[in-house]
């Protein structure tokens, strides 16, 4: 019987302990607001160094309904043309929700002289405790 206790005794300390690392593993997480308000800002501004900062290596860029996947270096010439054609004025998100694949924004951008915005998705994906921008899709808005 005491080898029995003894077992279970260790057995909820290993429980215990790997519960607690767990838990300091999610605290190191960051702060998924934090970095959407990044993400806007660089958006806003087209800033190019800032968004590509929290790229995955390789990002899907679908423009238009044209989607591709492209290396950092790429995204960095695909975004800039984007920016040079449609230059920003406003962004701003308009919903966020998680997902299994990690964090979707919906978000308007609104460019140069037009009287009516994109819309502008990205998708977040959590890597090493790092929100990396996986996805950035852009389409026209529907009208209704």
């Known amino acids: 019987m005491t080898f029995y206790k003894r077992g279970l005794q260790l057995g909820l300390l290993v429980l215990l302990l790997l519960t ?84 979707f924004a919906e978000g308007e951008f609104w460019y140069g002289r037009a009287d009516r915005p994109l819309r502008l998705y990205v998708l977040l994906r959590l890597r090493d405790h790092r929100w990396e921008l996986r996805e950035i899709i852009i389409e026209e808005r529907t009208r209704r």
């Not at 997480?29 to 800032?50: H, K, Q």
């Not at 040079?84 to 694949?101: A, E, G, K, L």
């Open 20 to 103: 607690a690392g767990q838990r300091t593993v999610r605290a190191q997480d960051p702060d998924i607001d934090a970095v959407l308000t990044e993400v806007r800002g660089a958006i806003s501004r087209g800033d190019l160094p800032v968004l590509l900062d929290h790229a995955a290596d390789r990002v899907e860029i679908a423009l238009f309904g044209e989607s591709k996947r492209y290396s950092k270096a790429q995204a960095r010439y695909v975004l800039q043309d984007f920016f040079n054609t449609y230059r920003p004025r406003r962004f701003v998100f308009r919903d966020h929700s998680q997902t299994d694949r990690g964090w």
